[in-house]
T-cell receptor, first 113, second 112 residues
Framework: SAVISQKPSRDICQRGTSLTIQCQVDSQVTMMFWYRQQPGQSLTLIAT?????????ESGFVIDKFPISRPNLTFSTLTVSNMSPEDSSIYLCSADRYQETQYFGPGTRLLVL | KQEVTQIPAALSVPEGENLVLNCSFT??????LQWFRQDPGKGLTSLLLIQSSQREQTSGRLNASLDKSSGRSTLYIAASQPGDSATYLCALRRGGSEKLVFGKGTKLTVNP
């Protein structure tokens, strides 16, 4: 199994600012992902965080808005840039090894005023 | 494009009842399927993972089945308890893809 932690757990931000969310896994994993869950909705994949290279973004998500880093096998960051109230969501990090059980972090609850 | 559907969207049952949650998918070329639970405002907890070659997996009071030919998976919860109240999500991974495709979930309420 893998235990995933995220920081911060929640934040309230002003529009136009940026927030960086950290994701730490307690053991080496092959894949790391970032999801967004808007109120009352299911999960939407933002991007796959690739170690040492640019993330792979899903349709509708761009690097300028959601820059992602993954410097090693156990750590990744997601930045939500130039925030607007529409960015208010739960942001979730997940990870797996070789397409087996995917584990999720506890999420970061973001409110943009 | 793979689509995952979970019906019903919400379910309310009395404590002690056995229940079944449904998950259907359009493309049978799946690699594996995973069931999660999500408590309000929290992350996802993995419950069971079924490989495409398996028919079912069991963990405690939970049993998940997979029928690729009919495009269905079910999550059976025996002797439900109020602590089982949560949203249950199914997600599948297509062969050759690292990504999970999620259903919208079934919100379960178990009444004492």
């Amino acid at each position: 199994s893998a235990v995933i932690s995220q920081k911060p757990s929640r934040d309230i931000c002003q529009r136009g600012t940026s927030l960086t969310i950290q994701c730490q896994v307690d053991s080496q994993v092959t894949m790391m992902f970032w999801y967004r869950q808007q109120p009352g909705q299911s999960l939407t994949l933002i991007a796959t965080a690739n170690q040492g290279s640019e993330a792979t973004y899903e349709s509708g998500f761009v690097i300028d808005k959601f820059p992602i880093s993954r410097p090693n096998l156990t750590f990744s960051t997601l930045t939500v840039s130039n925030m607007s109230p529409e960015d208010s969501s739960i942001y979730l990090c997940s990870a797996d090894r070789y397409q087996e059980t995917q584990y999720f972090g506890p999420g970061t609850r973001l409110l943009v005023l | 494009k793979q689509e995952v559907t979970q019906i019903p969207a919400a379910l309310s049952v009395p404590e002690g009842e056995n229940l079944v949650l449904n998950c259907s998918f359009t493309d049978s070329a799946i690699y594996n399927l995973q069931w999660f639970r999500q408590d309000p405002g929290k992350g996802l907890t993995s419950l069971l993972l079924i490989q495409s070659s398996q028919r079912e997996q069991t963990s405690g009071r939970l049993n998940a089945s997979l029928d690729k030919s009919s495009g269905r998976s079910t999550l059976y919860i025996a002797a439900s308890q109020p602590g089982d109240s949560a949203t249950y999500l199914c997600a599948l991974r297509r062969g050759g893809s690292e990504k999970l495709v999620f259903g919208k979930g079934t919100k379960l309420t178990v009444n004492p």
